[in-house]
């Protein structure tokens, strides 16, 4: 019998970190010890408040520390995973930075599981085969219409089929200017290239601002509009998707549980449901998101930002799903991310990526790299050590 005997955390950082909205700045590196065997997953959120909760004293009963219900549990089967995040659920349900946290010791937890069965995650999750993924390069917008063209004249030289623009100034500024913007991306791209376009909830609310924007994405033949309000603003959502009369509207990455996901395709009535393994819940969860999407005829989409083992842990979830072919892929993450694994995901010669077909993840961790970017980190409460960097070693 298999027992998770330890979960070390690891926050890495790059020398400065910025307001660019780029998560790709940091991360937190979680390593799960079972059975003799080492499982690593990637949490997408603040690595310091992630850790404390992890450690944090307990509030009450229904405030543990995510820790409390993971140390020591048995890890034999997925069901054994499932019945860790409903604990987790009920244990910390006041604790609001659990799932975050969760999601990435389920993540190692997944892949623990496939190396000790020598299987990709996909297998384990029920798919028979999967199938390969189109990338599209995932950027932020220039911060002039002259470098948007830029962008994404480069990105078309680079044999990207599909590019997403995001953030940056569009929303910020006039509708003439989002408007070259929009015009920039397809002029550089072509006629033929897939265009999507993320305005990271810069609307807020304002449906008239957002359903302004409209006609000039139609124009360019963009193929979503993604995140125009907060994730649960689901009455804006479903308000803008009766608007449009060709864009859907895509969204998901902030949602943290499975329910989530589910209204966002119900009341919000988005056409690409987009969820992040490493926010959700884990693959678990996520897992569950792609087969009601499936169900609803709802395009699921990954989401992800960082590194090359986090891309691993966001395909899994659809790797069997022939027809849900596009995946998100950081076209320039920072050297961090780009380094934080000894091995990546390459697109093959059409544009196209494989699913790993490796045990587990199918993505090894490269330590050395992972040490130079080590943020000192001690946690004390009570003059009482509940976290310290300085006892995990990166090996």
């Given amino acids: 019998?298999?027992?998770?005997?330890?979960?070390?955390?690891?926050?890495?950082?790059?020398?400065?970190?910025?307001?660019?909205?780029?998560?790709?700045?940091?991360?937190?590196?979680?390593?799960?010890?079972?059975?003799?065997?080492?499982?690593?997953?990637?949490?997408?959120?603040?690595?310091?408040?992630?850790?404390?909760?992890?450690?944090?004293?307990?509030?009450?009963?229904?405030?543990?520390?995510?820790?409390?219900?993971?140390?020591?549990?048995?890890?034999?089967?997925?069901?054994?995973?499932?019945?860790?995040?409903?604990?987790?659920?009920?244990?910390?349900?006041?604790?609001?930075?659990?799932?975050?946290?969760?999601?990435g010791v389920e993540i190692a937890l997944w892949d623990l599981l496939g190396k000790s069965r020598g299987e990709p995650i996909w297998k384990l999750l029920g798919y028979r085969e999967s199938f390969r993924k189109l990338p599209y390069a995932s950027q932020l917008f220039g911060d002039t219409p002259q470098q948007t063209y830029q962008l994404a004249v480069t990105a078309r030289k680079n044999n990207y089929r599909a590019v997403k623009f995001g953030w940056g100034p569009v929303g910020r500024g006039t509708l003439g200017t989002d408007i070259e913007h929009f015009s920039a991306a397809r002029d550089g791209l072509g006629k033929d290239s897939l265009l999507?376009?993320?305005?990271?909830?810069?609307?807020?609310?304002?449906?008239?601002?957002?359903?302004?924007r409209l006609p000039a994405l139609e124009r360019v033949a963009a193929l979503w509009l993604e995140e125009p309000f907060h994730t649960s603003a689901l009455d804006e959502y479903a308000s803008l998707a009766r608007t449009s009369k060709s864009i859907k509207l895509a969204g998901g990455e902030g949602v943290h549980n499975y329910h989530m996901a589910t209204h966002l395709i119900d009341y919000g009535k988005v056409?690409?449901?987009?969820?992040?393994?490493?926010?959700?819940?884990?693959?678990?969860?996520?897992?569950?998101?792609?087969?009601?999407?499936?169900?609803?005829?709802?395009?699921?989409?990954?989401?992800?930002?960082?590194?090359?083992?986090?891309?691993?842990?966001?395909?899994?979830?659809?790797?069997?799903?022939r027809e849900h072919e596009i995946c998100e892929y950081p076209l320039a993450p920072k050297p961090l991310a780009r380094d934080l694994t000894s091995n990546h995901l390459e697109r093959d010669s059409d544009g196209y990526l494989t699913v790993p077909d490796s045990p587990g993840l199918g993505i090894s961790i490269n330590s050395?790299?992972?040490r130079s970017y080590l943020v000192d980190v001690e946690i004390r409460v009570k003059g009482k050590s509940l976290f310290s960097s300085s006892d995990h070693f990166l090996t």
Wanted: glycine share 10%; with cysteine.
């Fill in 1 to 103: 019998m298999k027992k998770i005997e330890s979960v070390d955390f690891f926050y890495l950082s790059m020398p400065e970190v910025t307001t660019e909205g780029d998560g790709s700045q940091d991360a937190l590196l979680v390593r799960v010890a079972a059975g003799g065997l080492i499982g690593w997953g990637e949490c997408e959120a603040s690595p310091l408040v992630s850790i404390a909760a992890f450690v944090c004293p307990m509030s009450h009963g229904a405030c543990r520390p995510v820790g409390a219900s993971v140390m020591g549990q048995r890890l034999e089967s997925p069901e054994d995973i499932s019945r860790i995040a409903a604990q987790i659920e009920m244990d910390s349900m006041d604790l609001l930075q659990a799932p975050h946290t969760w999601s």
């Fill in 196 to 212: 999507m376009v993320d305005v990271g909830q810069v609307f807020g609310s304002d449906v008239k601002a957002a359903a302004a």
């Fill in 271 to 321: 056409g690409y449901i987009q969820i992040d393994c490493g926010r959700i819940g884990g693959i678990g969860p996520a897992k569950r998101a792609a087969d009601y999407a499936v169900a609803k005829g709802v395009t699921f989409v990954n989401h992800t930002f960082t590194s090359h083992l986090a891309l691993s842990a966001s395909l899994q979830p659809y790797a069997g799903l």
């Fill in 368 to 370: 050395e790299v992972a």
